[in-house]
């Protein structure tokens, strides 16, 4: 008897159809459930304690990055579920012989109102493209922020997994050399809140969506005139790209250029070097950094294209 | 040497792609949005039109 991570399915308001994401790695749900036990008196024990708030998060990962972007973007998805059922996360029911058991016997955590947002995309160098994404929940009307059944039905994973690694960069319109990682960093801050003494939270707002990109890499001449001088450079979604390339299971390694199955993101605003590190008997390693930015066309400060050639 | 190229990157501009980079949502919601509005677009033109008498 045990439980296994299987899949999530999305289906919210906004969206034309469930959508079953694979590829699933890590998946975690904090309650986060603040207790007051103030002492009173000459007490050293509590003699009253009470749940003044809970606010479940969850938080996982994905090497399904095509799935996951397609339905949150860059800023985020918001669950609402008067016609659809929501955002489920499930975990198979494991029969003696270790294999998911026949029948409606699953676990589904089911989330009627909330926000699945994208929190960091990580790649290094060889390794596979993993994103990682939190789900904020909300009470939705009589409704727990998330309803909890075991006698759900395992849905069918019809998308294929598939890998991405990292791709070409263009800084400035710089093709850069000797990249070893490359974090995304979304930069959503949101912030769900609740009144009049409820527990669970109501509503949610993003604060802050400042998304960070930070290349890192053994070129230390990304520091020069161009692309990026110690004044750092403005850089536009003309001229500024990071690709992460699609694997294949066979010889050639990635699919090819032309064929749009890679991601590429876009960004506007400014590059800086952010450290040069050296040491004894190693390479050196620079690090470069992209706060993004709106630009003057109203332009989101990332764009991501999950159906992309290399160009 | 750093090769430098020419600007390159051309955001679409389709009504899907321009809602997916002005508001930075997915790309499955923009379709349904543009979808939406068509419909919604095709209604209210079948509204408009006269019927003969």
Redesign the interface.
């Given at each position: 008897m045990g439980h296994r991570p299987f899949a999530i399915k999305s289906h919210a308001d906004s969206q034309g159809a469930a959508v079953i994401v694979p590829g699933v790695t890590t998946t975690n749900i904090a309650v986060n459930a603040t207790l007051l036990n103030e002492l009173t008196g000459a007490a050293v024990r509590p003699r009253h304690t009470a749940i003044a708030a809970i606010k479940p998060l969850f938080t996982g990962s994905s090497f399904a990055l095509k799935t996951i972007l397609d339905i949150v973007g860059t800023t985020g998805l918001g669950i609402d579920s008067s016609v659809n059922p929501g955002w489920a996360y499930y975990l198979a029911l494991l029969d003696d012989f270790g294999d998911p058991t026949a029948g409606s016997v699953h676990r589904e955590y089911l989330v009627k109102k909330g926000v699945w947002i994208p929190r960091r995309l990580t790649c290094a160098h060889q390794g596979n493209a993993v994103l990682e994404w939190e789900v904020y929940t909300l009470q939705k009307a009589s409704n727990l922020p998330i309803v909890v059944s075991d006698v759900a039905a395992l849905p069918t994973v019809t998308i294929a997994d598939s890998k991405w690694t990292l791709g070409s960069i263009d800084i400035g319109g710089v093709v850069l050399s000797d990249y070893t990682n490359v974090t995304i960093d979304f930069g959503l801050e949101v912030i769900p809140d609740s009144t009049q003494s409820d527990v669970y939270d109501k509503r949610i707002g993003v604060k802050n969506n400042v998304p960070i990109i930070t290349i890192e890499g053994h070129d230390i001449k990304w520091w020069a005139a161009s692309p990026i001088p110690l004044n750092g450079a403005a850089l536009a979604h003309a001229n500024s790209n990071v690709y992460f390339r699609k694997r294949t299971q066979d010889g050639e390694h990635y699919v090819t250029d032309i064929t749009a199955e890679h991601l590429k993101f876009t960004m506007a605003g400014i590059g800086t070097i952010d450290t040069v590190g050296s040491d004894t008997n190693s390479v050196a390693t620079t690090g470069l950094r992209i706060q993004a930015v709106e630009d003057a066309s109203g332009n989101s400060p990332l764009i991501v294209d999950t159906a992309s050639a290399i160009t | 040497m750093?090769?430098?190229?020419?600007?390159?990157?051309?955001?679409?501009d389709d009504p899907v792609s321009e809602l997916?980079?002005?508001?930075?949502?997915?790309?499955?919601?923009?379709?349904?949005?543009v979808?939406r509005e068509q419909a919604e677009a095709k209604a209210a033109t079948r509204k408009e039109t006269p019927k003969e008498q």
């Open positions: - | 750093l090769e430098k190229k020419k600007n390159k990157n051309i955001l679409k997916c980079n002005k508001r930075g949502i997915g790309r499955a919601i923009a379709e349904e949005i979808k």
